[in-house]
């Protein structure tokens, strides 16, 4: 997938990545309903509900991660297919480098990973 990244990770040390993805796994665990979760790319996903139904993508916002839905994926996943992916940069399992927010590289991103996906031609 192709996006600019500005350099920067978004742990200060290793420690500190190892840490914060050890607990985040700790959580995921947890995730409500039965989901699949992969890589696109250097992009985390989880994947919920029907196959079938109509996709509904959650970007979380920043110092975030997927986490962020546990709340309310139960109830989005008995109508929709849900995507939620963890934003590179950010603290979750997807590449912690962060994307440029300079120009269009984060709308980039979206569209390659929504042709990744199949849901863009």
């Given at each position: 997938?192709?996006?600019?990244?500005?350099?920067?990770?978004?742990?200060?040390?290793?420690?500190?990545?190892?840490?914060?993805?050890?607990?985040?796994?700790?959580?995921?665990?947890?995730?409500?309903?039965?989901?699949?979760?992969?890589?696109?790319?250097?992009?985390?996903?989880?994947?919920?509900?029907?196959?079938?139904?109509?996709?509904?993508?959650?970007?979380?916002?920043?110092?975030?991660?997927?986490?962020?839905w546990m709340g309310d994926v139960k109830e989005w996943s008995s109508r929709f297919r849900v995507i939620a992916a963890d934003i590179p940069g950010e603290p979750g399992l997807s590449s912690e480098m962060r994307i440029s927010p300079a120009g269009d590289a984060f709308e980039r991103w979206f569209e390659s990973l929504l042709d990744e996906l199949g849901y863009k031609g």
């Open positions: 997938m192709t996006k600019e990244k500005t350099g920067l990770s978004v742990f200060r040390t290793d420690a500190g990545k190892e840490e914060v993805r050890r607990r985040y796994e700790e959580v995921l665990a947890k995730w409500p309903v039965p989901n699949t979760r992969r890589f696109i790319g250097d992009t985390h996903i989880i994947e919920c509900g029907d196959t079938n139904a109509e996709p509904l993508f959650l970007l979380h916002g920043t110092l975030s991660n997927s986490a962020a």
